[in-house]
């Protein structure tokens, strides 16, 4: 994908290019397959089309590997997984074990552990959680309560979907505290509605998207949150879906579109991300107190670490921590300050109601 926009991908696919396969993978929303450019299956609409560099990213989204056009090769074992992936899918809400896939695939259980990850990139274990956590999030999109998306997706309880501070983390704990050492973290910088923007990400997914007054500004930030990090400005070169996402929430700030379904790569504490991942579920034109999140993520005395953790969220917009007000309905704090705060919630109110 180094050198493909992604009007050049939708045309590759528009017009089932073979000649781009291998080069990029693409998903579609509405069926949960990944696809090679090449699919003979029909055309999806645009909007409902996710683009992937490698299967990795494309699984870890939930979505499973096409049986028609075979992303992933034909051959008999690479067919065996594909029967795992989607019994995996058929039996989200089901606690499925590895001796279960393991007799699909007719493998024991290690292997099967072993070969599905070198495969696809991903336990079989975190295929099914990703696969629940699009459930929920399908779930909740279609207008169901919080509590009935957790259960109707597989969690069995709040706490398994807030609670495990694993999900969407690309870094160790030892690897959070060292503040990034040893990782690569590419990074871009553009002008929204809202001021200067900045979007960094690591091959996991984006990890910071802050406000501030200029680019060196931003780069400042960016730095204090990784300081051990190896910072690179990426060149749609080496990072070329981190430009896509970009232009992706630029459009979904400056012109309304639909906030992007972009991978993130969370990190925090335990109780950050527990809170940052309740956040995730409030709907677009929804707000929630301090209170009542602390309620729902079953801790109701901590309301005040509700609020540190909103204001130490570093991914703005994506995470939705400007969707949470004080108890008497007031703005409370943002990190970004309190005019971008009030002018997401006015621009959702907007786009709220024209959908209606």
């Known amino acids: 994908m180094s050198t493909l926009s992604k009007h050049e991908m939708v045309k590759a696919v528009k017009h089932r290019d ?139 309880s709040i706490s398994r979907v807030y609670g495990e501070a694993t999900r969407n983390i690309g870094m160790t704990p030892k690897a959070y505290r060292d503040g990034g050492y040893g990782e690569t973290i590419y990074y871009a910088c553009r002008e929204s509605a809202l001021g200067h923007i900045i979007m960094a990400a690591t091959n996991k997914g984006v990890c910071c998207v802050q406000f501030g007054e200029d680019p060196d500004t931003l780069v400042s930030l960016l730095s204090n949150e990784f300081p051990n990090a190896n910072l690179m400005r990426s060149a749609a070169q080496e990072a070329p879906e981190l430009d896509n996402w970009m232009i992706a929430l630029d459009n979904h700030i400056s012109q309304g579109a639909p906030r992007p379904n972009i991978p993130l790569d969370i990190r925090g504490t335990a109780f950050q991300i527990k809170v940052w991942n309740f956040l995730l579920s409030i709907k677009e034109g929804d707000v929630m107190s301090y209170g009542e999140i602390a309620a729902y993520i079953d801790n109701p005395k901590a309301v005040r670490a509700v609020g540190t953790a909103c204001g130490k969220n570093p991914i703005s917009v994506l995470i939705p921590c400007h969707r949470v007000l004080r108890s008497d309905g007031s703005l409370g704090g943002y990190r970004w300050g309190l005019d971008r705060k009030r002018t997401l919630l006015a621009k959702e109110k907007v786009r709220l109601r024209n959908s209606r």
């Open 18 to 156: 073979g000649h781009y396969d291998g080069r990029f993978y693409y998903g579609v929303i509405t069926t949960g397959v990944f696809c090679n450019p090449s699919c003979s299956t029909k055309a999806a609409n645009p909007e409902n089309l996710r683009f992937f560099s490698n299967v990795e990213s494309a699984m870890q989204l939930g979505f499973r590997p096409c049986k028609r056009c075979c992303p992933l090769g034909d051959d008999k074992r690479i067919s065996q997984l594909i029967d795992v992936a989607r019994y995996i899918v058929n039996n989200v809400e089901d606690k499925i074990t590895l001796t279960t896939l393991g007799h699909i695939a007719q493998l024991s259980p290690s292997r099967l552990q072993r070969i599905f990850k070198d495969v696809f990139g991903i336990s079989p274990k975190h295929y099914q959680d990703a696969i629940r956590m699009q459930t929920f999030k399908d779930s909740l999109k279609e207008g169901n309560a919080v509590t009935d998306a957790i259960y109707s997706s597989g969690f069995g």
